[in-house]
């Protein structure tokens, strides 16, 4: 089954190059199933970019997920065009009284900020607790993964002096957890970050659970005992291309830059990357919506607000 989103939303064209069966919400209609409802709260200035990438990933599923994309009230992004926002995107005031199976809260470019310092972290914090009770299952994306790690077990990051960004070498710490099944022995995810959080940290917390990761990047896949929470610290959402545009940028305010460990062939900067990490990525997110998800989630979503979940799986 396809990922249905809004009519005329720029993402579609991009996938349907790409063979990515998007479906648009007016055949949808015709359907006669219950869709999964997700929601996006979309932190990234590059709206549409994003977009596409979280999106590609969700749509490698014979389930049939709604999309809604969600900003915030109190920010505006000057790097977005108003009409697009105000065409596709969802205010949360707008959205608060509704339940879903599932939510992705993507990173946000926000590394050396203290989390009051953000200035939208207040209405954040509300959005954080509305999940608990309105969504059966929530993905935290980067920077949003520490954000959410802080805000609901008081774990808070560190800030290296040097940012890890590179694509990195990662193994599952348990042979038969849900969602780490099908993975290979070893699998690469990149990551683009200052915070860390430390492992021995996370593992203290009795209601949290590492998955996956390695010692040089740390924790990577992160969920809580339910399955209502899982974490993620690197971005296998990423394009072939989109460490190499950071690095550009990083480039631009300062020559020092460091390049992205194991990603340009022959560590060369004029040698094109590839995708090495496409299949982890959709066989994540895979996992996430059958197991912490649809096999999760009541049939009538208004009884999500009551906590039900049908399944706790083993880690």
């Known amino acids: 089954m396809p990922i249905t989103v809004k009519d005329e939303l720029p993402a579609i064209a991009k996938l349907r190059?790409?063979?990515?069966?998007v479906m648009p919400k007016s055949r949808a209609k015709t359907q006669e199933i219950r869709p999964m409802r997700l929601?996006?709260?979309?932190?990234?200035?590059?709206?549409?970019?994003?977009?596409?990438?979280?999106?590609?990933?969700?749509?490698?599923?014979?389930?049939?997920?709604?999309?809604?994309?969600?900003?915030?009230?109190?920010?505006?992004?000057?790097?977005?065009?108003?009409?697009?926002?105000d065409t596709f995107y969802r205010y949360f005031s707008e959205v608060k009284d509704n339940n879903y199976d599932a939510m992705i809260i993507t990173g946000a470019p926000l590394a050396h900020l203290e989390y009051d310092e953000v200035a939208y972290w207040d209405e954040l914090k509300i959005i954080l607790d509305w999940a608990e009770q309105?969504?059966?299952?929530?993905?935290?994306?980067?920077?949003?993964?520490?954000?959410?790690?802080?805000?609901?077990?008081?774990?808070k990051r560190e800030l290296?002096?040097?940012?890890?960004?590179?694509?990195f070498?990662?193994?599952?710490?348990?042979?038969?957890?849900?969602?780490?099944?099908?993975?290979?022995?070893?699998?690469?995810v990149p990551h683009s970050r200052y915070g860390h959080i430390d492992i021995?940290?996370?593992?203290?917390?009795?209601?949290?659970?590492?998955?996956?990761?390695?010692?040089?990047?740390?924790?990577?896949?992160?969920?809580?005992?339910?399955?209502?929470q899982v974490y993620i610290t690197g971005h296998p959402e990423y394009d072939a291309h989109t460490l190499k545009g950071e690095y550009l940028r990083d480039q631009e305010k300062s020559a020092d830059a460091p390049k992205p460990e194991n990603y340009f062939p022959d560590?060369?900067?004029?040698?094109?990357?590839?995708?090495?990490?496409?299949?982890?990525?959709?066989?994540?997110?895979s996992n996430w919506l059958n197991y912490y998800v649809y096999q999760t989630t009541p049939y009538d979503i208004n009884l999500v607000s009551q906590d039900v979940r049908t399944n706790?799986?083993?880690?």
């Open 267 to 285: 560590d060369n900067p004029d040698n094109e990357p590839s995708k090495t990490w496409q299949s982890h990525a959709f066989l994540l997110f």
């Open 200 to 228: 021995d940290k996370i593992n203290a917390c009795e209601e949290l659970v590492v998955l996956a990761g390695s010692e040089r990047v740390g924790a990577y896949l992160i969920k809580n005992k339910s399955g209502s």
């Open 39 to 85: 929601a996006i709260l979309n932190l990234m200035p590059n709206k549409v970019e994003t977009e596409v990438q979280f999106i590609r990933l969700l749509a490698n599923s014979p389930l049939q997920v709604n999309v809604e994309l969600l900003r915030l009230d109190t920010h505006r992004t000057s790097s977005n065009s108003e009409q697009h926002m």
């Open 17 to 21: 190059q790409e063979n990515v069966f």
């Open 160 to 167: 290296k002096p040097n940012k890890l960004s590179g694509v």
């Open 312 to 315: 706790n799986y083993a880690e």
């Open 134 to 155: 309105h969504v059966t299952s929530t993905l935290f994306s980067c920077w949003a993964a520490h954000a959410g790690l802080y805000h609901h077990y008081g774990l």
């Open 169 to 188: 070498t990662h193994k599952s710490y348990f042979d038969h957890a849900a969602l780490t099944r099908g993975f290979d022995d070893t699998f690469l």
